[in-house]
Structure formats: structure tokens, C-alpha cells
């Protein structure tokens, strides 16, 4: 017997927790039978279609979510063809809420496992490895095909024999929720993991209600024991993988839960592995601020989802949150950086419209997390806003991820917008590559959203495209875009100015995160300063003043390997306005490409004065 567990994820990166969880509580007995293929969904379906051919297994289980279900549908249509005796099982989100639908639609498929899979998992692995007396229906949180007179379907055989009239479907009781601590741990071999983003999982389930997610279904929420968690978490650290993901719904629901693992991660912290949270902002303590406020930096990162600051939005989708604390605990935690702060909103929740989706973007926008997810409703099925569609005139897409094309408050035109803003945002914000100029730029625009939006409209119209692996291409069109803007608001004697002002804040994030070797044409001309560069560098190799850890290089390599430019504006300073006041003095500025940010992989840089003063800013 072979079964295979059969996983399609989004990226290469990604791995899917599942598959192996329900592999490690099989009976040591079947364990060897069990198989994991894992797939992206930028494979093309022959490839996954030829590789699970060859593997040639007597059962297939996929792992079916929003992202991959399309994929696995069209699979379901062709692997019958090929391997006609292979039972085909499902499982996941995707299909636990719509089992039978999902039966009566795919005839090939033999059942579905709904719920938590673990144990379910490992009694269907008995059943097919003929252990004792086993049937399906004594196997809970299943939906499975039986023939009309009551014996179990012949694997496989339904779709290609045309019986599947002659078929009942049935389902078993709902099983008991897992008990979580009892569970295996899953990275024993890190080896199918390596260069891959490790998930963890140390609670399930989630105390809110929010109407979008299928977690509100849940219910209860449980914690592996924390001494289990701790031990798995040093084998993550003992082998310092690069980062481990907590799929926990959110993490500090249980404090105390989290203030131990977060001390124990603080006390045995490697210097490399990263953690990732998702946390409930308004809900953390003081105590656990300090805490926080006590991890190196890089070491973890936490993930809000603030969703929308609409009052009436917040109370509908059954979220609770205070946005005022949440914004005093985002600054807090900015204020220490050490953590990287990643903040989520979604456009096409109820009583949500235009203008209130933009003052929400506004207000998230202003907390400068270091990463704005704008994400865009999803109708998940078996949700309760899934069972509200209808009132709230949702209209979302057939095929997954179901996502909202218009509500009552929202038109699909005003939702276009809002995916124009996403891709700026994506681009320009989140890549963290302009973080000096766009500030700056904001002034000359009413609110965030506004840049955002001419910005989008600025590049469609002008034909920009984004699919260049070219980052100086982007700031050029991000510069393009600045100037024709000051043409329409700023007097023409001021416009060579500000002209500058762009480019030496442009240049200076280019050279904040990379040493270009081909000079940018936006960057000014360094022939002027070329000798007063080579004086410095010169000075550098017999005194060692600004780079003490390049003992072992002369002149010319640290020319190299460091960068020295000149501005004639402060554009380094943290103070917007401060940025496009003139020096009286054009400064010199080094690049050291040694010694990066944490948090933001910024290069250390060193403001050179002309009287060989140092003003460290980083």
C-alpha cells in the first residue's frame, strides 16, 4: 500500500505543516507508506499530474485551500484516467465546509476529511492498510461514497464506470477536537526544509469571532505544553533555521503563554533565527512590552491585523478592537527597533465604503508599520460573513479565492482603486527601499492614499511597467512622477530646487541598501569631488577613523568596497522637514556596507564634514 499525501503550496518557500502532521501520528506500522509530494502552484498541472503517476500510489490525499484548489480540481478531472484503482481523498478548508457539494461535483473522489485531520488520518491509513476489522463509518469526521446497498465504494472506480449514481453519500459524527500537546513534532529532518520558511504551531483555535475567518469556527482554543514548545523551539535554534512562522491565530491570547515563550526565545536567542507572530495589539500588556522591548533586534516580528478603524465596521465583523491602544502599542514597539512591524487591512468589509476605506488606510498609514498588507475580502466558505453575503450584497469571484468584486457600499470601479494602491504600496512602501524619499514626497499630496493613487494612475498612463528586475527603474519612475506633479503646484522657481532635493533623496536610498557600480542617471555628477573622495579614502588606509574594520584593505579597496557620495541637503536627517533645508556646506557622506540594520538591511552611513568632523546617524 502507498498513499500520498499530496501538498500545493503558494511559493517554493512556503511548506505545508499539514501534510506532515498527519504523516507523524500514522501507526509506526504504515508510516513507511506514507508519501509527501509538495508542488507550487507555478507548476504546470501535467508536471504534477506526470510525478504523482510515477509515484504510483494506491491513494492520493490533497491538502485543498483557497490558493490551490483550482489546480487540484483540474487534477481531479484527469488522475482518474491515469490511475484508475487510486482512492482520491480530500481534506483542508477548502472543502471541510462543503463536503457532500464537493462529492456530488467530483465522483471520482472516494471521501472527505473534515476538521482536524490528525487522527482521522491515521485510522483511514489503517482502514486501507486492511488492520482488523476497520470500516469507514466507524471512522469520525469523514463524508465518504458507499454503494446504494451499503458496502464502501471500490476505490477509484466510480467516475470511469459510470456507478456513481448508484452511490450514497454519508457522513460520520464530528470528532472530538485534537489534543494538541499529543501531537508529534513534525522537523525531526529539517532536510525537505532547508532554504524554506519553518510553521510552528504551539496553540489552535482563536477566542475572537471575526465574521471573515474560518478560526472563528473553532471552539476552543488549546496550547501545546509549553515545556514541549520550548524543547522543539531549541531544536530550531540549536540548528538556526532562518525563520519559524507561529500559526497560532493569535499567539498573546493566552499571556502567560506567551510571555514564557517569549522570555525563553529572548534568554537562548541564536543571533540568527527569526520568529514571527501574530499577535492581538490592543490586548498586550505592559509586562509583555517590556519583554518585547528587551529582544534583539531581528528577532522577531509581529504581525497585526488591524483590518479597518470603521466603528460600526469593527462591530459588525465582530472584532473588538480599541484602534487607539492598537496605535499607541504599534509606536511603542516602533520606538524600540528591534522588531519589525508588519500591519494588515482589508477592503470590502461591511459598511465599509469609499471614503471610509481611505480615512482606514489613512490612519494604518500613519502608524508607519514596516509593512502595510492591503488585502481585499475574501467569502470563505463556512464563514458566518460567507452565510451574510446575500445582506451585505456581496459579489465575489466563482472561483477561488473567492474574493469580493463589489458590496453594497463598495462599487467594483472603487475596488480597482484600491488594487492600484496595493501595488504602489507594495512596490514602493513595503519593498522598504524608499524610506527617506517618500516622506518627503507625501507633503506635496493631501493624505497617503492620494500619492498612492496618482502614483498608479501616473504609471498606467505614462506605460510604466513594473515587471523589470531593474530597481533603479522604479526610481526613476518614482522621480518622473514627483516631477510632474511639482509642475502642477509649485512655482517654477522653486521646481529646480526641488528637482534636486528628489534626486539626492532618491540616490541616497539607492546607495542606503546597495553599492551600485553603474551610476544612476538621476545621481549628481561626482567629478567636482572626485579628489577630495580619493583624499579621504587615502587618510582612510593610514588612520582607520571611520572604518576601523577594514584593517587588511588599502585605499583603493575601500573605495570598493564602501561608497562616498555628496549631498548638498541633509537627506539622512529623521526630521521630514529637515531634509530639504540647504547645507552651507556640501557634505560628504560614507556608505558601509558591513554594518546593516537589522530591521531594515540599511547600510551604516557616516556624515563627513569638510573640517573631518564625524556625525554618526546610524
Request: charged share 30%.
Amino acid at each position: 500500500m502507498k498513499i500520498l499525501l499530496t501538498a500545493i503550496n503558494a511559493k517554493y518557500i512556503h511548506s505545508n505543516p499539514a501534510v506532515y502532521s498527519l504523516r507523524a501520528c500514522v501507526n509506526e506500522i504504515y508510516r513507511p507508506c506514507i508519501e509527501i509530494a509538495e508542488y507550487t502552484i507555478n507548476h504546470r498541472s501535467e508536471e504534477v499530474l506526470a510525478d504523482i503517476y510515477r509515484r504510483k500510489p494506491d491513494v492520493v490525499a490533497f491538502s485543498c485551500y483557497i490558493w490551490n484548489w483550482s489546480i487540484i480540481c483540474g487534477l481531479l478531472a484527469e488522475l482518474p484516467k491515469i490511475l484508475p484503482e487510486a482512492a482520491i481523498w480530500l481534506g483542508g478548508p477548502e472543502v471541510s465546509y462543503h463536503a457532500e457539494e464537493t462529492l456530488e461535483k467530483y465522483p471520482a473522489v472516494a471521501g472527505v476529511m473534515t476538521g482536524e485531520g490528525e487522527e482521522t488520518f491515521r485510522e483511514l491509513a489503517e482502514y486501507y492498510g486492511k488492520d482488523g476489522d476497520k470500516e469507514l463509518h466507524t471512522i469520525r469526521g469523514i463524508v465518504y461514497r458507499v454503494r446504494a446497498d451499503g458496502k464502501s465504494a471500490p476505490a477509484g472506480s466510480c467516475a470511469l464506470s459510470g456507478e456513481a449514481a448508484d452511490h450514497e453519500i454519508r457522513r460520520t459524527p464530528e470528532r472530538e477536537l485534537t489534543d494538541i500537546s499529543a501531537l508529534p513534532f513534525l522537523y525531526d529532518d529539517l532536510g525537505p526544509f532547508e532554504n524554506r520558511i519553518i510553521y510552528y504551531e504551539s496553540s489552535r483555535g482563536c477566542p475572537y469571532r471575526c465574521s471573515y475567518c474560518l478560526s472563528s469556527i473553532d471552539k476552543k482554543v488549546r496550547f501545546r505544553n509549553v515545556d514541549t514548545v520550548k524543547k522543539e523551539l531549541q531544536f530550531f535554534l540549536d540548528h538556526k533555521v532562518k525563520q519559524v512562522k507561529f500559526v497560532d491565530r493569535t499567539f498573546n491570547c493566552n499571556h502567560e503563554h506567551a510571555k514564557e515563550i517569549w522570555r525563553y526565545l529572548a534568554e537562548h536567542d541564536n543571533g540568527v533565527t527569526n520568529f514571527h507572530f501574530e499577535i492581538e495589539a490592543a490586548a498586550i500588556t505592559e509586562e509583555e512590552l517590556r519583554i518585547l522591548a528587551g529582544l534583539r533586534p531581528g528577532l522577531a516580528q509581529m504581525e497585526i491585523g488591524v483590518q479597518t478603524v470603521n466603528p460600526k465596521t469593527l462591530q459588525e465583523i465582530r472584532r473588538f478592537a480599541d484602534t487607539d491602544r492598537i496605535r499607541e502599542v504599534v509606536g511603542r514597539i516602533k520606538a524600540e527597533h528591534n522588531i519589525h512591524v508588519h500591519l494588515d487591512l482589508i477592503a470590502g468589509l461591511p459598511y465599509e465604503d469609499y471614503e471610509s476605506f481611505v480615512h482606514s488606510f489613512n490612519s494604518v498609514y500613519e502608524m508607519r508599520p514596516h509593512q502595510l498588507q492591503l488585502g481585499f475580502l475574501k467569502v470563505l466558505k463556512g464563514s458566518y460573513l460567507w452565510e451574510k453575503a446575500a445582506d451585505y450584497e456581496i459579489r465575489c469571484t466563482d472561483a477561488p479565492p473567492y474574493e469580493a468584486l463589489s458590496t453594497k457600499w463598495l462599487s467594483y470601479e472603487e475596488l480597482l482603486r484600491f488594487k492600484q494602491v496595493e501595488a504602489m504600496v507594495e512596490l514602493y512602501y513595503n519593498s522598504g527601499q524608499f524610506t527617506y524619499t517618500l516622506p518627503v514626497m507625501e507633503t506635496m499630496f493631501p493624505d497617503a492614499f492620494t500619492m498612492y493613487l496618482e502614483l498608479s494612475e501616473f504609471c498606467r498612463e505614462d506605460g510604466y511597467l513594473f515587471s523589470s528586475p531593474s530597481r533603479v527603474y522604479r526610481y526613476q519612475a518614482l522621480l518622473d512622477f514627483a516631477l510632474k506633479t511639482a509642475s502642477g503646484i509649485k512655482p517654477e522657481a522653486e521646481r529646480a530646487e526641488w528637482e534636486e532635493i528628489l534626486r539626492q533623496l532618491l540616490t541616497f536610498d539607492l546607495y542606503l541598501r546597495e553599492n551600485m557600480k553603474s551610476r544612476p542617471d538621476f545621481a549628481r555628477e561626482l567629478s567636482p569631488f572626485k579628489q577630495r573622495i580619493r583624499d579621504f579614502y587615502h587618510k582612510e588606509e593610514t588612520c582607520r577613523e571611520y572604518l576601523p574594520d577594514y584593517a587588511a584593505y588599502d585605499s583603493r579597496q575601500l573605495a570598493k568596497m564602501t561608497h562616498m557620495e555628496v549631498f548638498d541637503y541633509p537627506v539622512w536627517e529623521q526630521d521630514i522637514r529637515k531634509r530639504t533645508r540647504r547645507l552651507e556646506v556640501p557634505s560628504m557622506t560614507l556608505f558601509d556596507y558591513r554594518v546593516r540594520d537589522a530591521l531594515t538591511y540599511e547600510a551604516r552611513h557616516l556624515v563627513v564634514l569638510k573640517d573631518e568632523e564625524r556625525i554618526s546617524h546610524k
